[in-house]
C-alpha cells in the first residue's frame, strides 16, 4: 500500500494548467449593512484537496465558509462548484455538508441515532440507514458506543460523533469550521492526522477553517492566508513558511526576524541590503527587490546560527549582546540585541544534553547566517 505522505506529495493539481478548480470564488464580497466582511475574493479549491482558510478573528473565514454551505448569500460575485453556479440553491440541496465547533450533537439521542438523524430525514430506507449507520460508527472508531449519549462520551468522541454525521450523507465536499477547538493540544495532535486519514479514505474535499497556524500546517494540502476579507496568499504549507509573499504573512505565520534596509547593490539573484546603522547583509533570491529601495529581509529564528565566536565562513555576521534566554526542552531560544539596538531571536535545536557553546544572559555573541536562509519582501 502506498503511504499517506507519498499519495500527498504527488497531489498537486493547482500546478497542472489543465486542472479545473472544483470549488471557485469568483469575485465575492459579503456586506453586512456597511460592513464589509468578504472583499472582491477569488479562490479556486480544487477536488480532494484538503484545503485550510487561516486568520486572524474576524477576517471573514466563517462567512466563506457559510456562503459555501448556503446559509449566506454572496452580495457580489459567483460561488461554483464543480461548474454549477450555487446561487439560489438551498444549503440542503448543496453537495456540501458542515461540521460546526459545537458539534451541535443532540443531547437525548444515542450515538447512532445521532449518526442516523439526517440519512432517516432524507428517506432512506431503514436498512440501508443502518448499514451506514455502522460503516460510519467503523469509520471513526466509535462501534462499542453506538448506545450512549453524548454526555457520556469524551470531547475527542463527540468531536468524531460529528464527524461521522457530517460524512453519513456522502457530500461531495465537508467544511469544518475549528474542528478540533474543542479538544486539549494533545487530543488535538492526534486528532489532526485522524482526520487527515479519513478525508484520504473517503476522498472528499475538505475545507476547514482556523486560527490555529500549527494545525492548518499539518493538516492542509494548501493554505489560504486571510486578512480583513482578503486572501494575503495561497500555497502550500512550506511554501508560506519558507516564501512568504508580503510582511503580512510573514509575521503572521511562525516566528520571524525582521530587518529593515535599502538595496544598495543587485547583481544577477543576489543583493546587498544595508540597515540604516550601517549593518549590511547579504542575500541571494533577492526577488523583486531594486536597487536604492526599502525592503524587509525576514529570516526565520531556526535559520539562524548563534556563537560566542563570528564564524570563519560566515559571510553575514553580526554582533550583540546575550538579552533572554527560553529554554523549551527540544530547543533554545536566544533574544540578541543587536549593536544597532535591533532584537534577533535565534533558535537552536538542543541535539545534546550539554551545549559546546554555551552562552548566558549578557554574553557578547555572533548571530550569523547563510545568504539564501531568508527571504526579501518588497510589500
Ligand atoms: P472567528 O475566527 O472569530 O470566527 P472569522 O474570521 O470566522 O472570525 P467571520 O465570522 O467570518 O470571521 O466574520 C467576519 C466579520 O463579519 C466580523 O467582523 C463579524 O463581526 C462580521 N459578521 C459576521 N456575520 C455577521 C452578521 N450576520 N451581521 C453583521 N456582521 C457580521
Known amino acids: 500500500m502506498k503511504s499517506l505522505g507519498s499519495i ?28 464589509t466582511a468578504v472583499n472582491d475574493l477569488s479562490l479556486a479549491i480544487y477536488e480532494r484537496e484538503f484545503f485550510a482558510l487561516l486568520g486572524a478573528s474576524g477576517c471573514g473565514k466563517s462567512t466563506l465558509l457559510r456562503m459555501l454551505a448556503g446559509f449566506e448569500e454572496p452580495t457580489s460575485g459567483r460561488i461554483m462548484l464543480d461548474g454549477q453556479d450555487l446561487a439560489g440553491i438551498p444549503p ?7 461540521m460546526f465547533q459545537s458539534y451541535a450533537l443532540f443531547p437525548h439521542m444515542s450515538v447512532e441515532k445521532n449518526i442516523a438523524f439526517g440519512l432517516k430525514q432524507e428517506g432512506m430506507p431503514k436498512a440501508d440507514v443502518e448499514k451506514r449507520v455502522t460503516e460510519m460508527l467503523k469509520l471513526v472508531k466509535l ?6 449519549k453524548p454526555h457520556q462520551l469524551s470531547g475527542g468522541q463527540r468531536q468524531r460523533v460529528a464527524l461521522a454525521r457530517s460524512v453519513a450523507k456522502r457530500p461531495k465536499v465537508l467544511l469544518l469550521d475549528e474542528p478540533l477547538g474543542a479538544l486539549d493540544k494533545k487530543l488535538r495532535e492526534e486528532t489532526q492526522f485522524e482526520l487527515m486519514d479519513l478525508q484520504q479514505e473517503l476522498g472528499l474535499t475538505f475545507v476547514v477553517v482556523t486560527h490555529d497556524q500549527e494545525e492548518a500546517m499539518t493538516m492542509a494540502d494548501r493554505i489560504a ?7 494575503m496568499q495561497v500555497a502550500t504549507p512550506a511554501e508560506v513558511y519558507e516564501a512568504p509573499a508580503s510582511r503580512f504573512v510573514a509575521g503572521f505565520v511562525g516566528n520571524v526576524n525582521m530587518f529593515e534596509g535599502k538595496v544598495a547593490e ?25 536597487k536604492d529601495t526599502e525592503v524587509s529581509f525576514a529570516i526565520r529564528p531556526e535559520k539562524i546560527r548563534i556563537s560566542s565566536k563570528r564564524p570563519a565562513d560566515a559571510i553575514n555576521a553580526l554582533q550583540g549582546e546575550v538579552y533572554d534566554i527560553a529554554y523549551l526542552g527540544d530547543m533554545t531560544v536566544y533574544h540578541v540585541r543587536l549593536d544597532d539596538g535591533q532584537m534577533v531571536r535565534a533558535a537552536t535545536m538542543n541535539a545534546t544534553r550539554v551545549a559546546d557553546d554555551p552562552l548566558t544572559w549578557d554574553d557578547r555573541a555572533w548571530i550569523s547566517f547563510r545568504p539564501d536562509a531568508g527571504v526579501v519582501l518588497t510589500r
Open 8 to 35: 500527498r506529495r504527488a497531489f498537486a493539481p493547482w500546478n497542472d494548467p489543465g486542472a479545473k478548480p472544483y470549488i471557485h470564488f469568483d469575485r465575492v464580497t459579503k456586506k453586512f449593512g456597511d460592513f
Open 225 to 231: 492566508i486571510m486578512d480583513k476579507g482578503q486572501v
Open 92 to 98: 440542503y440541496r448543496r453537495p456540501v455538508n458542515m
Open 266 to 290: 543587485r547583481s544577477g539573484n543576489s543583493a546587498r541590503i544595508t540597515g540604516g546603522t550601517g549593518a549590511e547583509i547579504t542575500v541571494e533570491n533577492a526577488g523583486e527587490a531594486v
Open 143 to 148: 462501534e462499542p458506543f453506538a448506545k450512549r
